[in-house]
């Protein structure tokens, strides 16, 4: 990927990867945006900027950050790894924040966000199976 601001690199990953584009929702935060899995339309991703008391954090200039859906248990552990922080404005048992500050590494973040992609993917519906004639 390019060498250039994490926020930059792991939106290239996404449009190549899933082929999804960032939506601008919100007049008054025109630097935030969501993905949406292009089936499902759910949200996997949300870009923000915010300020890192948010994230309970000393005050300073405003962070990058990416929420992405993640497994309660898996929350559990990467809650004490630098750079995962609960969830800001999602729900804390479902999303969890990375700030993309390069203090998480491209590579631990890709398969999270594989998994948040993955785990708002429509759920295939199992054949019925029919008896066997005798």
Same mark, same amino acid.
């Given at each position: 990927m390019a060498e250039y601001s994490q926020r930059g690199r792991i939106t290239q990953y996404i449009q190549e +990867? #899933? %082929?999804t584009e960032a939506e601008? &929702?919100?007049?008054?935060? !025109? %630097?935030?945006?969501? #993905? =949406?899995? !292009? +089936?499902?339309k759910k949200w996997y991703a949300a870009?923000? =900027?915010?300020l890192p008391e948010k994230l309970g954090l000393p005050s300073g200039e405003a962070l990058d950050i990416m929420d992405i859906k993640c497994d309660t248990i898996m929350i559990g552990s990467? &809650?004490? *790894?630098?750079g995962f922080f609960p969830a800001y404005h999602m729900n804390k048992n479902h999303w969890i924040s990375i700030v993309l500050d390069d203090s998480v590494s491209d590579d631990q973040i890709i398969p999270l966000l594989?998994?948040?992609?993955?785990?708002?993917a429509p759920k295939r519906k199992k054949k019925? *199976?029919? !008896?066997?004639?005798?």
């Open positions: +990867t #899933f %082929g601008y &929702l919100w007049a008054d935060s !025109p %630097g935030n945006a969501v #993905f =949406r899995h !292009p +089936t499902s870009m923000m =900027r915010v990467l &809650l004490s *790894t630098k594989e998994l948040s992609y993955d785990s708002v019925q *199976t029919q !008896p066997a004639e005798e």
